[in-house]
């Protein structure tokens, strides 16, 4: 289903920025199939719309201390982004654990964090335990993520437990202006 369906009925709401403390609190678990995880849904989904192409939305980002995650999930295999035969998906109560040593530093950015970025060790390769959601039904997820997916997924969990990148970034001197960098 396009996300445009699902965000019927749903509100846009502001993007939560860095310093609100609801960003540093773990969210709670939430029953799947529920009206309150639906309507969360719709507004993420009205929100995410507004904003335009976007990587990733946790719940909290939009003032809900719950376990709710939007990301894309990428077409192709590899680590870069493809915007083309991207499929939403929303998962609910998502965990993550690592699934191999090997990790990769990237560069990253956040929504609540506008115009910063900072380089960031992430695992390769991700264990994902989740109920996902694609715009009809509910289904377990339990399977091993690779690369750039893996990294969303990474970061946008890390936010249901009230952590935002800049703080695992490799350095204090990473964080950095984009703008600054593209110059
Ligand atoms: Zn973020």
Redesign the pocket.
Known sequence: MEIKNIAKGGRIRPIIRMGNPLLTKISDDIEPESKETMSIIKDMAATIIDIGQIA???AP?IGYLKKIIYYQVVASRGDSYNPEGVKPVFLINPTYKSAGAEKIVKW??????PGLTAKVERFLSIHLKATGWDGKSFYDIDKIIHGYEARVLQ??I??LQGI??VLKRISPSSLSYIEALET
């Open positions: 990733g939305l946790a980002q990253e950015a956040c929504l609540s964090i970061h946008e890390d936010h935002l990148y």
